[in-house]
């Protein structure tokens, strides 16, 4: 019987160490997520400008080749 209640408190360690890691893997993919969504947040801000500043040239552009024709 003390083996058998030996063998389940190792386990349950063993167990207990594996939810650890895990949680400790949870928080740091969770601030990863957290990071991903600022950067995202910037790119998107980033783009929106180039985008206007493409459209912003090809309307110079279409300026300048009506005067030219």
Not at 36 to 54: A, C, M, P, V, Y
Request: a positive charge.
């Amino acid at each position: 019987m003390k083996l058998i209640e030996y063998e389940i408190a190792k386990n349950c360690g063993k167990l207990q160490g594996q939810i650890d890691c895990l949680s400790k893997s949870l928080t740091s993919l969770e601030a990863s997520v957290e990071q991903l969504k600022i950067e995202n947040h910037f790119l998107k801000k980033r783009l929106k400008s180039f985008g206007e500043s493409l459209n912003e040239l090809r309307l110079s552009v279409a300026d300048l080749k009506s005067k030219t024709d």
